[in-house]
């Protein structure tokens, strides 16, 4: 019998907090989780296809039901890997010009970087570098295809009211980010 996570009515990240639990207790298998709404659906898959589970998503009646299979694997405790994590579309404080021009040369020398992060991770004004106007988009799409995982805060992008703006990477939520700097060497810029 499939494990049934019942996630309707809850909002992010409560659905990804619930699944990842019903993930805890079981090594291989298949779980059903059933969310209410479009946000829910996306956090969920994403969460489950970042830990190595294959995800199959049905819509019905306007509820979706997220299959989830996790085959057994072996983890590898140990990771060198790292995330940055970006809170301003300015690196530094001082003049705004000079922390714009920073943060440019910041990004294009994680290019060159021998060893690239996992992820970058974009918080609160940091999501700006992300959309529409940003100067470094082309520098972000690039470190993508060189396999960066670009990740903006959703809720971030909700309050400066730019998600329809964004040009590169994957919208998440706060669970998810803290997950991966709790998990992974985080630096902060």
Known sequence: MDN???ARGKNC???VIMTKKALENIQEGKILVIVDNETAKENVSK???SAGCEVAVEEKEKEFYINIYRKKTVINEKSDNYVVVVTSDKFGEGDERLGKILMKS???SLKEQSKKPESIIFINNGVKLTTEGSEVIEDLKELMEMGVEIISC???LDFYGIKE???VGSISNMY?????MTTLRAIRV
Do not use: Q
């Open 4 to 6: 049934i996570v019942d």
């Open 13 to 15: 990240p409560i659905p």
């Open 47 to 49: 969460y489950a296809k």
């Open 106 to 108: 910041f990004i294009v």
């Open 154 to 156: 959703g809720t971030c």
């Open 165 to 167: 703006k964004l040009l």
């Open 176 to 180: 998810s980010i803290a997950e991966k």
